[in-house]
T-cell receptor, first 111, second 114 residues
Framework: SQQGEEDPQALSIQEGENATMNCSYK?????LQWYRQNSGRGLVHLIL?????REKHSGRLRVTLDTSKKSSSLLITASRAADTASYFC???????????FGQGTTLQVKP | KAGVTQTPRYLIKTRGQQVTLSCSPI?????VSWYQQTPGQGLQFLFE???????NKGNFPGRFSGRQFSNSRSEMNVSTLELGDSALYLC?????????????FGEGSRLTVL
């Protein structure tokens, strides 16, 4: 399956701590993307990393991609209560042209 | 620039009825993708339209259909509704296609089937 598998399914941390979420996949990719969803709302794009890139940063976000291990991680540094949301990785396939989402990680940041 | 607009936001239907959901993409975006989100199955890809043509399709029964108009607005239709069709239906637009770059999502249409 192209679908990304995310780990952990749920994560609860204190404000100020770092949060790390992982995504593994099984097929070749064109790119891998991370999205955020607040409860019952639409998804918001966070960051896109292409298959020939290894690391990208955006503000407090850091994404790594290891194509040899078929895995990616999203690190949120110095988390805030407002970071409480679900985070999804999405696999962009060069073969099918599809963008398939993982099951997501639910992050709770306690004030 | 206006974002992706989905209508209606909420609707309640009964089994056997049909429903049509609408999505207006960001101006200039030619690709519209549809996803179904449920607590049990997560985000499931329905289909993608690009310049009025269905370019990709997920694994949903034929009761789920869609179309795209010349102005890139898209509609999806679900016929003979079942209880399991209760979900948040999300559409997303992109400039070049769903697999190549960032998707911009609407707020979704929440369908409840009774």
């Amino acid at each position: 399956s192209q679908q990304g598998e995310e780990d952990p399914q749920a994560l609860s941390i204190q404000e100020g701590e770092n949060a790390t979420m992982n995504c593994s996949y099984k097929t070749s990719i064109n790119n891998l993307q991370w999205y955020r969803q607040n409860s019952g709302r639409g998804l918001v794009h966070l960051i896109l990393i292409r298959s020939n890139e290894r690391e990208k940063h955006s503000g407090r976000l850091r994404v790594t991609l290891d194509t040899s291990k078929k895995s990616s991680s999203l690190l949120i540094t110095a988390s805030r209560a407002a970071d409480t949301a679900s985070y999804f990785c999405a696999i962009g396939s060069g073969n099918t042209g599809k963008l398939i989402f993982g099951q997501g990680t639910t992050l709770q940041v306690k004030p | 620039k206006a974002g992706v607009t989905q209508t209606p936001r909420y609707l309640i239907k009964t089994r056997g009825q049909q429903v049509t959901l609408s999505c207006s993409p960001i101006s200039g975006h030619r690709s519209v993708s549809w996803y179904q989100q449920t607590p049990g199955q997560g985000l499931q890809f329905l289909f993608e339209y690009f310049s009025e043509t269905q370019r990709n399709k997920g694994n949903f029964p034929g009761r789920f259909s869609g179309r795209q108009f010349s102005n890139s607005r898209s509609e999806m239709n679900v016929s003979t509704l079942e209880l399991g069709d209760s979900a948040l239906y999300l559409c997303a637009s992109s400039l070049r296609g769903m697999g190549t770059g960032e998707l911009f999502f609407g707020e979704g249409s929440r369908l409840t089937v009774l």
